[in-house]
Structure formats: C-alpha cells, structure tokens
C-alpha cells in the first residue's frame, strides 16, 4: 500500500521495507565489529522500537542478551516532553556493557532520560543503536553510535511507529501527507 488512512490523517510510503532492513544489516554489522567479546545486554525500548529490536537480533551474532524497558514521552503525534517512569529493568547493570535499542530519537529528551536513569545501576558502557534520528530536531547532545538511518522532522508511522496506538504493523515507514 503506498497510501494509508490512519484516524484523521493519510500518510505515503516514505522508506520501503527492502530499505529498512539494508540499513539495520549495517548496524548489526557494526555492532557485531565493535562489541565482540563483550557480551552486550540490549534494552528495546518499548513499544515502538520492537520491529527494530527483532529485525537487529537476527543480525546479531555475537554472543548477547536481551531485554525490554518501557517509558513514554507521546502522546498523539507530539512529544510532551515529559518521561514518565522507566520500567522493566531487572538485570543488573553493574560492569556491563548495555546497547538502547530505539525506535526514534528526535528532541533526545527520553533518550537523555534513560540514560540518566541507567547512569545510576554502573553500567560499564552505554551505546545507543537508533532505527530513525531527525538531526534538526535534537535539543541535547547525545552519542548515538548506531543510526540507521536519519530523517527530516516529518511525522512518520509503520514499522514499530504509531499515531495514537495505530499503524505500528506495517512493514514500511510512511510520511504524513498534508492535502
């Protein structure tokens, strides 16, 4: 489908699957270079970087684990700025090295969130592995190691992304389209 309907708003094929995962192949690869030996754990950022997070595990072949954590700073197609709680961490962090595994970073406000939050279990290393970054968007300095790929600031949608809870199944990434 080149165009969908979601709710009030229509969007158009942006990036095609056969795109998305060449750009994730990289990543993998990269990481799988950079982090040998090193047992990473990675923590998916739920819920939109699960299509993300399991197209990255396939590719990863070093020895790793995984996990998932929960937060939110949407909230219809507008960041609050507001993180609310990070949940879901139970391993603990000490000496580790840990990648974020991310949807998308734009204003970098959760991500410095959860950064902070993980500072505070020692961790050994923090890496950041993003499908999406929107550069013009950024409000704070981050190191983001592992980026996909890099977008303007459009509201997007498919692979893991959603507009009010709807549109995370779809296999490509779509754009808003303004009639």
């Not at 819920?47 to 949407?74: H, Q, W």
């Not at 993003?130 to 692979?159: C, R, W």
């Amino acid at each position: 489908m080149s165009v969908i309907q979601i709710k009030d708003k229509k969007f158009a094929v942006s990036i095609p699957e056969e795109t998305i995962l060449k750009e994730v192949s990289r990543v993998a690869a990269e990481i799988n270079r950079d982090l040998a030996g090193k047992n990473p754990l990675f923590l998916s950022v739920l819920n939109g970087s699960f299509m993300f997070t399991a197209d990255l595990m396939k590719r990863i072949n070093i020895p790793c684990e995984i996990s998932f954590v929960k937060l939110a700073s949407y909230q219809g197609i507008a960041s609050t700025g507001k993180v609310k709680e990070v949940i879901g961490i139970t391993e603990d962090l000490t000496d580790r090295t840990i990648v974020i595994v991310e949807d998308i970073v734009d204003t970098g406000l959760t991500m410095q969130r959860l950064l902070e939050t993980l500072g505070t279990r020692r961790p050994k290393e923090i890496h950041i592995a993003t499908l999406l970054l929107k550069p013009e968007k950024l409000k704070v300095d981050l190191d983001i190691e592992y980026v996909a790929m890099q977008i303007p600031n459009d509201f997007i949608v498919g692979y893991g992304l959603d507009y009010d809870g709807l549109g995370r199944n779809y296999k490509d990434i779509y754009t808003v389209v303004n009639d």
